[in-house]
Structure formats: structure tokens, C-alpha cells
């Protein structure tokens, strides 16, 4: 430790009390001496941090901003779904006619990648409704054509769908089957006489459901199901199966919008958010698909009326191949996740530095800004931190995306990272979501300050795309084995040392202890596996699979899968803080290193999983909470730029974020 | 420990684990030994425990939710507010003319209490809006006349509340002061000659704001504001300040349902939750109210015109006499929250009970039940414990709510305790709500299925009555002096001691260990405030208040009033394990003491505060984590009953916690 004396123990506080009441000098509490040696002042500036985030030019962004003005992206309360729905239709077309397309509809060779990143973007601050319909469409309907249809296809279907002339769904997950795809239940067969597929839903289970879109909007739906080839010549011969495929299906007619026969849809009803969204059931009785209709890239039944397929007859790994898109949409949660985030941040925060509450001696005397508190601040600022933190995680696995696809090892370490990421950022989120609603009060609930319907239409990230937990089940399968026991370095200790201020303040400490928890933890967990494999054997069931052990020590499962997906948060934090110090200049300490600083602290101050493990000695753990506090001392000076450096424009923050006084009036406002 | 060989360090699950390759006697993980020799099976009827629960005689329950079958009572989703509202409006009114009454609108002496408190606590688990409407009516406006009012207006007013003929609203808050009461600056000037009081709103802040049924659906008001009486001769001498009063306002035509001249009313618009409630905001323009309409019952100006009151000249004491309906209120919420805690939990683990994913080996293949999955038992287990702890707690600070009120001593505790359970209670509840709403899958967010609208409608339980954060702040001020450093005893010493099973699952055990944790936090905070007191003398400043102290610590205030609350739990809970172990029989632990032990080693297993102090060494901690391993496996063998026992209808679960599959057949269910 810097200065030993320092040292929070009680007897030292105790101590020094009263020995201040004995002499004149005055007593300094150890977060008041950490400012003064340890924590310089922060050089900020709004601009040049917003570019740091948001690259130099941000003209799309700001277009996109201005687009969301027009009036028909004004904010609708209390109004049934069916308008809603509606709304976001009309939405979605006039964005197309401006010429929104997500990044990845454009030809591959002729796209202008950072405008529609931008776009993109910025459209995920609006509404969560808006953007899971265009998720939907353009990126799981829409982009399963692109990846997996045949070029024909693609040129009649790809162009009606720019334009949202004809909408789309993708209609996978099934009344009985949601985390485990692999087990629906709708199927295709193959029909040799009629040379097409007749896709069919067996029972109440296999209806598809949650199927964003088909209940109202979309004509046409990439249906998923399992494909039977029946032999050739002998119809007593069980038909072979070849796992899942994808069909594009038309469910609607074209002009009187009523569903084609052999189609049922029904509606999946009122939601506690995201009711913009409509959301349907999918029944298909016998339907005929004519075979150029499979998305058939991977595999199906070819002009000679024979399977055939990329994947031979490994259905699982075919599977695998033609869901690359959902992860693709999780990288897009995660960047979405941050973006609300950012605004339920900028929207406390501002509430924070206008609403006073006790403190006055009278009545009529200026009270106390929430935000001076104490309290207050250690519930927010911490979660601002974590914000900055996954910005930039966010940004690296979206290059991972885009980065060598024959590459098969960062093709698995991209699928592993962006299932963990899209869980982390999507529980973050809803936390602060909970945070920032409380933080304002009953403010927080009323829907024209958006945090509390930002929950609402929120709180699916957290399912849909994949449920978190199972994504952290995901991470934990695939990489234990990149931490096998011999593998593993040999731990270090970090107990029993006395750290100096800068030390614990450093990137390389921190990111040393981060990296210890995941070793620390795959030891615990191979241990663990290793037990569990010894006892099946010797009762004689040696075939007990991996998915089995990991849930028996499910605690350490998910410690592990946590310890890292935070460590890649945290590395590349720093490897970002790193690229911007040599491109900035100045004295002081830059933001994002206080950013980095007090995420990394908060989490060995706070994180259940980190000081369960007691790595550090608890003299350093009481310094480290010390050294939080003057963190959010810091943060605390630098609050406006900290959150202006976001971005998210004034209407979309919502009357408490402004002048909330004024917007309550009695004169035209009723209702608002 | 029972047996030192057990214990779970790494390198004796390695030796495990490779001495059972070696010869064929079965290695046992140290869960499989604690079940075998620390825990007994549990002997569980869930009638019994129901009894245990909610008592021998439950007539009035059953009463109460068969008539929640009327279709009066159906959910409503995608209806507009006003639609929600009006529909609250005649469920209340049916309720009263089948002769509901909130317990306390009922003649002391002559008052079935059991009867009173089946009805309003069987009613919670409906609808919070619903709750929230009655809450606001029964409990805050006319409450308020009945502990404040006169008899004559009492006499005139309660009988048209009695019957929600004429509904009535709490107007307290501000748009400038909600958390702050004192701070509202409504004004009341008594004026001698109309021998009348004057009620004006003298700016944009002072409007009451958030105020329950004033939109729509009240006549009344009681409005709080600070009364000013002037000079009885000298006009330019300043009129003197008597602080917060309470008025009764009419603010609405009886017959017209017209604003009355001088008052104004908005709504306070579309919320995230609750919109079967009108909130309303209020101004007035130098309304006259008549003496009378004071309720003057701890001050107010007499018949002679001379102002008098009970408390003399403190405002402050008479604001917090006056007040005491709103811990009543506290208390009522946090019995509220426990039942829809229970709701939430019985709907997902039944639902768990039925769901299946993943686990088989073909298409077709039974799946795994996912509350056969240990990280979802992780998930719901110790929500579903703390559940059983809470409602013990409840009923204890009901009990003590009506006990002697002249004993200030007991008053005061009431209403420290009261304010903290609010806290725990309302945010386990928002804890469960999210969890239970993952659990379900997708399936958690639709509407009917109860959990997600449950979510939205509970929200405000954080905020309303008293913020939660601000309630934890007034039992650490309230209670810091309790634990005076002098009579703080010397620590007690759990490290380096190896504790048997027993011992660790015993309530001595447990409770001194949380009995230890309020001193080990009150003595650090002591040091803290000493600290500051210190620091503030020798920088001239002495007169630093507790609150600023307590906000410097605000980590360690927050610890400390935790502390205490969870020790008030754990204490209540174990006392009534006591007695109920002494009126039940039959070998095997109790349902209480399973649920008891569970909820008390999960939170010295993973409670932040507490694990981060080492009250223990390592391999006891490790042990204790084994230990819940153990409990979850006891739980999950009577979950059945376990939920049963919390006894909510079928018909307020929503399709998932019964056949979902049925439910959800294409025909006749369109859109539910
Ligand atoms: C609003 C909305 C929109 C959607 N849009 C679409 C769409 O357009 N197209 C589409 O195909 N699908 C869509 N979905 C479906 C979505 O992908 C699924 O909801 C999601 O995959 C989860 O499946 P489930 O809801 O069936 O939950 P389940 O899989 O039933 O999970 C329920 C619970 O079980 C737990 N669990 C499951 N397996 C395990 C395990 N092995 N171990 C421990 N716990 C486990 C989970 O953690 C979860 O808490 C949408 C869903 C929603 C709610
Ligand atoms: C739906 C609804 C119904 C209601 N019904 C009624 C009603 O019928 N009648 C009525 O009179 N009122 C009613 N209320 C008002 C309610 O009691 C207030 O909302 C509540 O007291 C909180 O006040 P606030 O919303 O102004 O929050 P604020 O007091 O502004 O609090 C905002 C934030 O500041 C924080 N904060 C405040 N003080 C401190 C401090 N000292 N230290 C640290 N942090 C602090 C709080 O933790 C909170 O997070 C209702 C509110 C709602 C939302």
C-alpha cells in the first residue's frame, strides 16, 4: 500500500479521531488523502470523448438523430397494440424509402459500412419495438435469404424486402421448443411424385410461436423444420432423416392479407412490453413448398430429386452452420443494450443534477441535488463505468463479426464471446433499467421519461435471441477445455501482498486479477468435473455427458463462464484506453482510464464471485474500497461530459432530463 | 466440521477424483455425504403448512378469492387506461357492497379482525392496482379523517366512504417534494375574518402530484400543507409558521364530477405499471375551507380562532404524529409484496414442473424438466425461502402495529422496523418478479400468464410510501444510537473455529452470526462517524449533521441498516419455527426449519456485505456452500407442497402454471 498509515482499520479510525480532538491538525479520512496523492484531476472534454466513443465523424449519426423528429416517431402511451403495430409498419417504411438498410443488406463490395453502422446505431436509442421488427426482418428474415437462399431466390425475394414492401418473419422457436431449437418438432418431407416439400406441423407443441411479425405484418416466413427424405422405391422404409432446415414460406396473399391455405395464425397476445411488436403462432397444414423454396445452401434435395449437402450427414453441425445469423443478432444486442443504457444513464443523471430533495433548514430554503449524494452516486456511477466498459466490447466483437469466416477458431471464439456478451450486456441493462427507475423516483415510471417503458420493452433482451442463462451454459462448454488442468499456470498468489495505490489503479494488476479469477475458477471447475466423472464411473454410468456435470456444479459453471466474458470486457477496455492515450495529450488522468479504473475496482469491491475467492488481503480490499470512493469523487466532477459524451440527443431523453418544471404546467399538459 | 475429509478444497476433490480411478469404492461429493448424514428428509403436508401460514380457520380467504371469479374480476391487457381505471372503480364498489372493509375502517371495539384481514390479504395477490386504489382510499384518505378528523366529520364523511359512494385521495406529494414531505409548500392561511382557512398552490412546484384517484375518481382530498396563521391585529407583522396540517377538501361537483371553482386537476399521464390507478396532480387557487375541515386533532385553530395544539410548538413531531397512517401503509406493503412473491413463485415452478428442454438424444425424446436443472433451482430455491421468511416477519411487525401505541418506545421501533421490512419486502419482490419472469422463458412476458404485468404493476412498490433507499437511511439514523460503541459487546470470534453440520444449521448459529453482523457494522460506522465528527471540528465546522455523516458512509450505513432488518427476520422467522415445532409432530425437520436453514446459509453463502467481512474461514464457508447444495436437494423433493402451501388459486396463475399446451390450441385462442 502507498502509505501504510492509511490503512481504513477501525483502530486506525478510531485512532485518528481522537487524536484530532486532541490536537489541531486536522484529521484526513483516507478517500480525501487518495485525492490528493493518488487521483489526479480528470482532463475531459465532451467532444473529444464523444469521438472516442463514436468515431471522428458522426454525420450519420446525426442524420439519423434529425430523422427522428418527424412526427411519426413520436412517442405513443396508452394506445392498443394493433396501433402500435401499426405505427412501427409505417416506421419501418419510411425508413426504407430514406434508405435505411442495416449493414449487412447491402452488396458486400459497395457498401458504405460505417453509414449504416451509424444508422443503425442510432436508430437502437428510439425504441426497442422499432428495432426488434427490423431485427426481424432485415436481420433474421432477411439475412437468412442472403446467407442461405439460392441466388434466384435472393434476387426475386431480397429486393421486395429492401423495401419493406413485403415483410417478413423468421419462425423457428416453437410453443414446446424455445432454448432448444434442436428438438422442434415441424416437419418437411420430401415429396417425390410432386417433386416439393410439404412442410407440416404435427401437434400443439410444434405450432411456431413468439414469432416476431407474423402475426400481423409479414407475407412471407423462413420456416425452420426437420427434413425426411423417404426412400426412393420403398414407402415401408422409414423416411431418413437430415436434421433441421430452413424453408422460405408466403403465409399471406399478397393482396387481401388473408393467410394461404393450410396456414393458421394466430396471435400471441398482450405482452408486458414490446407490444409494437406482433408477435404470432404459425400452424401449416400439409403446405406444398416448391423445392427451389429451401434455403438451401447447406444442404437439400437437388435437381436430380437427391440430398445432398455440405455437411454430409453431420445434421447437427449443418444446424450450427445456418444459425450463424443469431449470433449475428446477439452482437446487435449487445450494441443496442449499451445504447438504452447510455440513455437511462444520461436521463438519471440530468434528473440528478436538477432534483433536490431535504437538506433545507425551512421551508423555501435551496435543498440538496440528489446527485451530491453520496448514495446516489455510488447507484449510478458505477453503472456508467460498466456502460463505458461494454462500448467498447461491444465495438470489438462487432469486428470479430466481420473479420475471416474460414477462420474456424475465432469463428467458435466469436460465436462463444458474442453468446456470453449478449448475456452480460443484456442483464446490465435491465439493472440499470431498475437503477436509473429508481433513481427518479416515481418519475421514473412515468412513460414520457422512457426508463420505465424502456423496462418494459427491455425485458425480453434478456430471453429472446437466447436466454442469458443458457448463453452462459454456452460459454462455460466452450472454453473449460481452453483452460485444461494442464494448461492452467500455476496460480498466482496475490494474498499476502501490499499493493501500492498506483498498482491497483494500474491496467496490468487489474487485468492480472481478472485473468487469475478465470484460472482460479477453471480449476475449481475441472476439479469439480473431475469428481463428478470419477463418481459416475465407479457406479458404473461413465457416459454421463459434459451438459450434465456443468449444471451439477452449475455455481462454478456460471462463475467461470462470468470470470471470461468480464475479463474480455475488461482487456479490451484497455486495449482501447491504451490506442486513445497515444492520440490524446494533456496532464491529468484521461477519462476512459478513470472509466476503466473504477469499473475494474467496483467489480473487486463488489462482485459476489471475486470476493468470495479472497484474493487479496483484506488491509488491500479495504484500500480498494477507499480508492472506489475517490473514483466517484472523481466522476462525480466530471459528471455532465461524462454522459454529454453519449450523445443521445434531447428528444429522446424525455421532460425530467430537461427542464421538468417547466413541461409540468398546468396549461397543456394534461396527460402527457 | 463434522468430518474434516469432506471438505471441498481442491486438492482433496483431485485426490478424490483420482483415487476413485484406482479402486472401485464410489468417491461421494461432499453434497451426496451432507444429504446422507446431516439431513434428514423433511416431513411436509402442505395443508399443515398452510395452516402454519395462514392460520387454522380460512374461511374469509376462501370467501375472498371465490368471489374474485365474478367476471368483474377478469384480467384486462390492451385496454386503454381510462378503461382500467373505470373497471377499478366498480370492483371496488362491488367489494364494498359485499361488505369489504380494510380492517381499520371497522369500530374498534366491534370488529371481526381475522375476518378483515383474510379479505384485504387474499385480495393482494389480485391486482396491485386494485390494492393500490383501495390502499389509497381505505387506508390514506380515510384513515387520515378517522385518526385526525373530528367526530362530526367523521360522522359525516366516513359513512360515504364506507361504501365508495364518495371515493376520496391522499394528497401529500409534490412535484418538488416526494421523498422530503416537510419540504411541500402548499400554503394554508387561516383568515380571521371569513373565520376560514385559505388553501393555495403559490407556484408550479407546489402542485400535488402523483396523487392516487384524484384524476378521475375522488371528490375528496385530505391535502397537507404548511398552515400560516397571521398577526391577529398587525397585518404587517409575518404570519407565524405552524408547519404540515391536514385539510379536507372537496374537489369535485358530487353531481357534475366538474373540478370545483379553484381547484384545478390534470393526470399525471401514461405510466410503465399501475394504470388501473388515476394519478392526478392538483392546484388551488385560494380555496376556502371551513374550520371544521381541518383534521385538527393534534392542532388547528379553535372555535375562539386562536391556534392550538397538542404538540405545542414543535411542527416537526406534530408532522410525524400525524403521520403514522403511512407506516400502517408500510406495513400493508410489505404483507402485499410477499404475496405476489408467492404468486410468482408458484407460476414458475410449476411451470418448471411441466416445462421441458433439452437433454434428450433424439427428436421426440422426453426432454429434461427444467426444474430438474440445479442452476434453476439455484435461481428459484432461495427466492421461494426467503418468501417463507418474510411472511413470518410481516405478520410479526402487524402484530407489532397493533400492539400498545402509548409505549413510545415501541412506537418508534414500529416505525424504524415497519420502514426498513418495506424495503426488503418490496425489492425481494422486484428480485422475484425478474427472476421468475426469466424462468418462464418467453412465456414470463405474456400478459396473461400474470408475471410480466405483475412486474410493470409493482415497480412503484420501490418508490411509493416512502423510497426504499431513503427507508434504509432512516433505520440506520434511527437505530445507529441503539448500538452506542459502549454498548456494542466485544466481538465475538467465528474465525478459526471448524464448526460441525449441526452447528452450522442451527438458529443459535445463524442468528448470532447476524446478531454479530449489526455489531461488527455498527462499530465501523461508530469509527466512521467519529471520524467525520473529528475531521468536521478540526476544519471548524462542528455543526456536521448525521444525515451528511451517514451519506459520507453511505456503503456503510446501508450495510448497517440491512443488518439489522435481516437479524429482525431471521429472529422472527426462528421464533415461529419454535413455536409451531412444539405443536407438530412426526420425525424428519420441519418445512419451517428446511426453509429457515436455507434462507439463512444462502445469505451467509452469498450476501455481499456479509461475506466480504470473513466472519468465517474459508473451509467453514466452503462447507456452508455444500450445505445449501443439500437444502436445494431437500426443497426440490417437496417443491410440490412447498408452493402449494402458499395456497393462491388457480385461477389467478395464468395458463403456464397449469396446462399450457391446452391453453394454447389454435382454435378459440386467438390473441389471449
Ligand atoms: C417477444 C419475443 C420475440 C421473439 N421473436 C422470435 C422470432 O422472431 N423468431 C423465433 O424463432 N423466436 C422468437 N422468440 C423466441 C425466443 O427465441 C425464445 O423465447 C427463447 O429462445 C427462449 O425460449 P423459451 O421462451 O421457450 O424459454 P425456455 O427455453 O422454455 O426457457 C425457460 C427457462 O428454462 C431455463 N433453461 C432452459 N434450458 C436450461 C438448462 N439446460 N439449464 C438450466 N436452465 C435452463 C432458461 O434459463 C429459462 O429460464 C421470441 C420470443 C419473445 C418473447
Ligand atoms: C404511482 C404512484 C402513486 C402515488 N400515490 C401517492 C398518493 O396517493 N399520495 C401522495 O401523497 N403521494 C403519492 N405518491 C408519491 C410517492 O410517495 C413519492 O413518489 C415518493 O415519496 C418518492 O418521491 P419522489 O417520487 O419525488 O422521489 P424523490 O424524492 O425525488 O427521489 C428520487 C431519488 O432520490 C433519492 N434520494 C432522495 N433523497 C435522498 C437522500 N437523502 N439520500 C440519497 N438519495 C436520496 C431517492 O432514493 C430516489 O431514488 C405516489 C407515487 C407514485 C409513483
Known amino acids: 500500500m502507498a502509505n501504510n498509515n492509511s490503512a481504513t482499520s477501525t483502530a486506525q479510525l478510531r485512532l485518528a479521531s481522537l487524536s484530532a480532538q486532541l490536537d489541531t491538525t486536522a484529521p484526513r479520512d483516507p478517500v480525501t488523502e487518495i485525492l490528493e496523492t493518488s487521483l489526479p484531476p480528470v482532463r475531459l472534454h465532451a467532444d473529444a470523448l464523444s469521438a472516442l466513443l463514436d468515431g471522428q465523424d458522426q454525420t450519420w449519426r446525426k442524420w439519423t438523430f434529425e430523422q427522428l423528429k418527424h412526427p411519426l416517431f413520436e412517442y405513443q402511451y396508452n394506445v392498443p397494440k394493433e396501433e402500435l403495430v401499426t405505427r412501427n409498419q409505417e416506421r419501418t417504411r419510411h425508413l426504407a424509402k430514406l434508405g435505411f438498410r442495416p449493414t449487412w443488406t447491402e452488396p458486400k463490395d459497395n457498401i458504405d459500412k460505417d453509414k449504416f453502422m451509424q444508422i443503425q446505431d442510432a436508430l437502437s436509442y428510439f425504441d426497442n419495438g422499432l428495432s426488434t421488427l427490423n431485427g426481424a426482418h432485415f436481420g433474421l428474415y432477411y439475412g437468412s435469404i442472403r446467407e442461405l437462399g439460392s441466388e434466384a431466390v435472393q434476387n426475386k425475394w431480397l429486393p421486395l424486402a429492401d423495401t419493406f414492401e413485403v415483410p417478413g418473419c423468421f419462425a423457428l422457436t416453437e410453443l414446446g421448443h424455445g432454448s432448444n431449437p434442436r428438438g422442434i418438432e415441424t416437419e418437411a418431407h420430401w415429396d417425390f411424385k410432386e417433386g416439393c416439400y410439404i412442410i407440416n406441423t404435427p401437434n400443439t407443441t410444434a405450432q411456431k410461436y413468439w414469432i416476431g411479425a407474423a402475426a400481423e405484418t409479414a407475407y412471407m416466413s423462413v420456416v425452420w423444420a426437420q427434413l425426411y427424405i423417404p426412400h426412393p422405391t420403398d414407402p415401408s422404409h422409414p423416411p431418413s432423416h437430415k436434421g433441421i432446415h430452413a424453408f422460405l414460406v408466403p403465409i399471406r396473399d399478397l393482396t387481401t392479407r388473408s393467410p394461404l391455405p393450410g396456414v393458421t395464425i394466430r396471435n400471441c397476445g398482450s405482452k408486458s412490453g414490446l407490444n409494437g411488436v406482433d408477435n404470432g403462432r404459425l400452424w401449416f397444414d400439409h403446405v406444398k413448398v416448391p423445392r427451389h423454396m429451401c434455403l438451401d445452401k447447406y444442404g437439400g434435395v437437388n435437381e436430380q430429386g437427391v440430398y445432398e449437402s455440405f455437411f454430409g450427414d453431420n445434421n447437427d453441425q449443418r444446424f450450427g452452420g445456418q444459425l450463424v445469423n443469431l449470433s449475428e443478432g446477439r452482437v446487435g444486442l449487445s450494441i443496442s443494450s449499451d445504447n438504452i443504457s447510455k440513455t437511462a444513464l444520461t436521463i438519471a443523471v440530468r434528473y440528478g443534477l436538477t432534483r433536490r430533495q431535504f ?238 479504473q473504477l469499473h475494474a475496482l467496483w467489480k473487486l469491491d463488489m462482485d459476489q464471485n471475486i470476493i468470495r475467492r479472497r484474493y487479496l488481503d483484506e488491509p488491500v480490499q479495504e484500500r480498494i474500497r477507499d480508492l472506489v470512493g475517490g473514483l466517484l469523487h472523481r466522476v462525480h466532477e466530471n459528471i455532465t461530459p461524462l454522459v454529454d459524451a453519449f450523445g443521445v440527443p434531447d428528444h429522446l431523453l424525455g421532460p425530467i432530463a430537461g427542464d421538468w418544471v417547466q413541461a409540468n404546467v398546468a396549461e397543456g399538459s394534461e396527460d402527457i
Open 359 to 596: 437538506g433545507a433548514r425551512q421551508v423555501g430554503e435551496l435543498e440538496t441535488l440528489i446527485m451530491d449524494y453520496k448514495l446516489h452516486q455510488r447507484r449510478l456511477y458505477p453503472l456508467l463505468a460498466q456502460t463505458y466498459a461494454q462500448h467498447f466490447a461491444a465495438r470489438a466483437i462487432a469486428r470479430l463479426r466481420d473479420a475471416d469466416k474460414t477462420d474456424l477458431k475465432l469463428l467458435k471464439q466469436f460465436h462463444v464471446i458474442s453468446s456470453g456478451l449478449k448475456s452480460l450486456h443484456t442483464w446490465h441493462l435491465l439493472d440499470t433499467l431498475q437503477a436509473t427507475r429508481e433513481a427518479c423516483g416515481g418519475q421514473g415510471l412515468k412513460s414520457s421519461n422512457r426508463i420505465g417503458q424502456m423496462k418494459a420493452d427491455c425485458d425480453v433482451m434478456a430471453t429472446y435471441e437466447g436466454d442469458n442463462q443458457v448463453m452462459l451454459i454456452t460459454v462455460a462448454k466452450g472454453c473449460i477445455n481452453d483452460y485444461k488442468p494442464t494448461r492452467i499456470p500455476p496460480l498466482a498468489n496475490f494474498t499476502s501482498q501490499h499493493f501500492s495505490d498506483s498498482t491497483l489503479l494500474s491496467p496490468k494488476f487489474q487485468l492480472d486479477l481478472f485473468q487469475h479469477h478465470i484460472h482460479a475458477s477453471a480449476h475449481r471447475l475441472h476439479a469439480a468435473i473431475d469428481l463428478s466423472r470419477a463418481q459416475a464411473k465407479a457406479q458404473g454410468t461413465p457416459n454421463i455427458g459434459l451438459d450434465k456435470i456443468l449444471d451439477t456444479h452449475s455455481a462454478l459453471s456460471q462463475e467461470f463462464a462470468r470470470a471470461v466474458i468480464e475479463h474480455w470486457i475488461l482487456s479490451e477496455f484497455i486495449a482501447q484506453e491504451t490506442l486513445s492515450s497515444s492520440s490524446t495529450s494533456g496532464t491529468g488522468s484521461s477519462p476512459l482510464t478513470l472509466m476503466r
